[in-house]
């Protein structure tokens, strides 16, 4: 009897923890490729979401090929073919790009770039991709006492993403580098080879004596209904595309900190791992009823009135908003899933379900939406699927949504008829809270329920523009971008407008709209900080100079140039090109620099092909955002940047950044290269409008070119602080942790 029990967990021990390496694999695959790919196509927004399309739809077809294998194929053909794929993909090792891989340099990179993935690693993903499904049906028909409820092995499957999710950026990343992950990776690749023989073996031996014909065993298991079927697939796409919304939003309204989007794929992953547990059926009341309750909390101070809360609290309420509404949703999943000769079926409609939502929030929704306007419509997705009797839900339609209707209407008189909403701003605030807390009443009514909370999140985002003035929104493949007009108190003590450019929630720039004041450089930029500074010392001597900008902005550094000087400017979003060559919003290009050159695309990218020796002078401006472009920090870009100055050249970085120490990488770069540095962390001592702190370090090959800012009685410029904790950035190496503050 022993012998048994041991040979029973042995048996669940060896299934799970094929399980656990694959989708460890998977979650270690994704950004260990990214991370080679990335110098190669100068990281381009683009390249990430290409690849997630790549992961999401090679997933799809691995469950795919799980279903379709396990449903008309015999055992014996099955761990054939299987043999086969695994062998073949194991000649695809050890991973790696392929050899002399270039991108074209001439038209787009896309088709390239899945091509690159489909060599490389293809192979090896699709097998990885198939192993939950494909080890769990196995699992089913090998006799074991839990084969008739397999689905706890997806618990193992997470718990291997989830704790390869969590590794990656805190132990992998920081401690090897790119070249040992290949290597490493290859050998866990074949680790798992071994162990998908064995499960391999296990259910040849369990199931092949007993029928030829697996559909033999399952006679009596009735048919899956469209119904049930679409269920599935909006209960799973739901929480995909409220992940991906999130993401994003957190990254455009709250705070592009560097490797938050691990904290709502985590808390994605957990949701999976708690539902397909076996307590969970007993609390998924619980659940359901702490959604209603927390939703308040969520929809008064996260979108009514955010201005109450710190950004980290703010960012607490929407993970655990989005992690009640991914239990409820996956727990509702759970709660239907089918025998287990349907098994493979329910796991490709959630992986169908999870390409969907990638593609929505990737290619729709940027495409219809001017902002994140996906988030708030998931939501009550999300509540829409909140458990129901579903003869029920349809019931008297017209009914349930005459709240959300009369609310909406109410909505729409005020604005048609009250002149100035933001006078009323405390008012129509109040009475919004006030309205959610009476939604409560429809919480047994998910139609109801949802659609009014929609229009009550819906009519605050609204207020909340209008309080804020926004003259123009446009969202690109790069985020969202705004330009605003607020009030500032000049000299004089009198008020002035201005105009202020936002990606997302981070300043971009600004502009004061008096005629005295069109040509004057602001925020970071201002004339009596850092790059006043360096421009005016250098002012003997620039009438000449060659000057390129990496970053844009609204183009106030245009107006530090000289009629005799040529300037280039590198940016990545055409959108932001339109929005500063505008006049009705900015006018530093036009009143300063007309002629000066714009050059669209990745910076990296383009320096390349700009000639060695061209610029005296370098700016690079693309940190000022949180989220920052690790390939333009490398070693290899330090390089690239030297190679396009003159002897005499200098190098200006723009720093400023609310999380990270972005001088600690620079300055280990100086110290190897023996170059020349300096920093300057303004902080402004009058009260001059829009002149901000900001932080500047600039380097130069010998410490005599930097001599009059060093000597400037304009600022302090100290020489750049020495750190011997972290190792030197690389494009095969970085580590975000390291740096945060």
């Known amino acids: 009897m022993r012998f048994l029990t041991h040979h029973r967990f042995t048996l669940i021990l060896l299934f799970a923890c094929t399980l656990f390496v694959s989708a460890s694999l998977v979650f270690v695959l994704q950004p260990l490729f990214g991370k080679l790919l990335l110098p190669l196509l100068g990281g381009s927004p683009a390249v990430w979401n290409t690849c997630m399309v790549f992961y999401q739809s090679i997933l799809f077809l691995g469950y795919l090929y ?45 088709l390239w770039l899945l091509w690159t993935l489909l060599s490389s690693i293809g192979l090896p993903f699709f097998v990885v991709s198939s192993t939950a499904p494909l080890m769990q049906k196995w699992f089913a028909q090998v006799g074991h006492s839990a084969s008739q409820d397999p689905y706890f ?78 269920h599935w697939l909006v209960l799973a796409f739901v929480p995909s595309s409220l992940l991906l919304g999130l993401t994003n939003f957190i990254s455009t309204d709250i705070a592009s900190v560097p490797l938050l989007w691990i904290v709502p794929l985590t808390v994605y992953l957990l949701s999976f791992i708690i539902v397909f547990a076996k307590f969970y059926d007993r609390i998924h009341g619980l659940v359901v009823a702490a959604q209603t309750i927390f939703l308040v909390i969520f929809i008064i101070y996260a979108f009514i009135n955010p201005a109450e809360l710190p950004y980290w609290m703010y960012l607490i309420l929407h993970v655990v908003a989005f992690f009640l509404a991914a239990l409820v949703c996956h727990g509702e999943l759970a709660k239907r899933r089918p025998p287990t000769y349907h098994l493979t079926r329910f796991y490709l409609l959630m992986s169908l379900a999870g390409m969907l939502g990638g593609m929505f929030n990737t290619f729709v929704a ?12 998931m939501i009550m997705a999300a509540l829409l699927l909140r458990p129901d009797p579903l003869h029920s839900f349809f019931k008297r339609v017209g009914i349930q949504l005459l ?36 939604g409560l009443v429809l919480r047994k009514r998910p139609l109801s329920f949802a659609t009014t909370y929609g229009v009550i999140i819906f009519l605050a985002l609204g207020l909340h523009n209008l309080s804020s003035q926004v003259l123009y929104q446009e969202r690109s493949f790069f985020g969202v971008l705004s330009m605003r007009s607020s009030t500032l108190i000049n000299e004089q003590q009198q008020s002035e407008q201005y105009h202020e450019l936002f ?65 280039v400017f590198y940016e990545i979003d055409p959108l932001v090109v339109s929005v500063a060559n505008n006049t009705n919003y900015f006018n530093y290009l036009d009143q300063c620099a007309k002629d000066a050159k714009m050059v669209i695309g990745d910076a990296r990218l383009s320096l390349t092909h700009e000639p060695e020796g061209l610029y005296d002078l370098l700016v690079m401006d693309a940190f000022s955002s949180d989220a920052v472009p690790t390939h333009l920090l490398t070693e290899e870009a330090l390089n690239l940047y030297f190679k396009k100055l003159k002897p005499t050249g200098i190098l200006a970085f723009h720093i400023t950044n609310r999380h990270l120490l972005l001088k600690k990488v620079l300055s280990i770069h100086a110290e190897k290269a023996h170059f020349a540095a ?48 972290m190792q030197p950035w690389t494009d095969h190496y970085s580590n975000i942790v390291s740096i945060w503050k």
């Open 403 to 438: 709240p959300a209707l009369a609310l909406l209407c109410l909505g729409v008189l005020i604005h048609s008829t009250v002149t100035n909403l933001v006078t009323y701003f405390d008012e129509l605030a109040l009475s919004l809270m006030g309205l959610t807390l009476l």
């Open 678 to 725: 300096l920093i300057q962390e303004f902080i402004p001592n009058n009260n001059s409008p829009l002149v901000v702190a900001t932080d500047w370090l600039v380097m130069a090959r010998t410490a005599e070119q930097l001599a009059p800012l060093k000597n400037s009685q304009l600022g302090q410029w100290n020489k750049l602080p020495l750190y011997f904790d």
């Open 503 to 567: 990606h997302g929630t981070t300043k971009h720039g600004a502009e004061r709209l008096s005629a005295q004041h069109l040509k004057t450089p602001l925020t970071y930029y201002s004339q009596p900080g850092p790059m006043g500074q360096l421009f005016s010392e250098y002012a003997n001597q620039n009438a000449n100079w060659t000057v390129g900008v990496v970053g844009l902005g609204a183009g106030a550094l245009a107006c530090y140039a000289k009629p005799t000087q040529h300037w």
């Open 66 to 110: 799980a279903h379709t294998s396990s449903l008309r194929l015999t055992p014996v053909r099955q761990i054939q073919l299987h043999s086969v794929l695994v062998l073949l993909s194991i000649l695809t090792l050890p991973l790696a790009l392929p050899e002399n891989s270039a991108p074209p340099t001439d038209s787009n990179p896309t």
């Open 366 to 377: 940027p495409f219809i939406f001017n902002d994140i306007y996906e988030y708030p419509l």
């Open 153 to 230: 092995l997806y618990t193992a499957s997470n718990l291997g993403s989830l704790l390869a999710l969590l590794s990656y950026p805190l132990l992998i990343e920081p401690a090897i580098n790119l070249d040992a992950q290949q290597l490493s990776w290859s050998i866990a690749y074949g680790v798992l080879a071994i162990l998908l023989s064995l499960c391999g073996g296990v259910f040849l031996t369990k199931v092949a004596k007993k029928s030829d014909n697996l559909t033999e065993q399952f006679v009596n298991v009735p048919a899956l209904s469209v119904f049930t079927q679409l």
